[in-house]
């Protein structure tokens, strides 16, 4: 990574007032590979699994981005934060750009097992998405959901950023 791909993403960090992501004993240039190197790992999955119609997800196109909608930018940075898991991170930014969750299916059993599925909608006609972890950690990806019911039934939609401000 060189040093004006660094200051980017720092900028872009602190811009969306997560420095917290960067606030670590670790020497700040090795914490910036680490997250480079993620960002790095959800774009190429995202070509692998969408192909022509994936998404660039990149330092350039976040800040792009964060110009356009800081929010969508921030609740990103947080998931990026939150999980290790590319696939996890790819299911955030999907969300982010519109796709409906169709359905989540958590199992959990003390000591045993965990599993989340997700399932986006597809749109124009593409194939639903399907998102999945083992990871215990991957649930808190789920407190950025929005919670709501529309005539009593129950709707998640949405991922958001927390207000990390305080």
Known sequence: MTAQEDD????????AGEEWLIESPEPSDKVLA?????????NRLAAERLGRSSPRIDVDSLVREQERNPHKVRAFLQALGSTESPEMLLMV????????IQSVHLEYRLQKTFSLHVCLQSVHGEPDEKYKSANVYDAVL?????IMTM????????????DTSE
């Open 8 to 15: 980017a993403l720092r900028r872009l960090i602190r811009s």
């Open 34 to 42: 680490g997250l480079r190197s993620a960002i790095d790992e959800v």
């Open 93 to 100: 930014w999907r969300i982010l750009e519109g796709r409906g």
């Open 142 to 146: 789920l407190r950025h959901l929005g």
């Open 151 to 162: 005539d009593n039934e129950p709707i998640l939609d949405g991922f958001y950023p927390f």
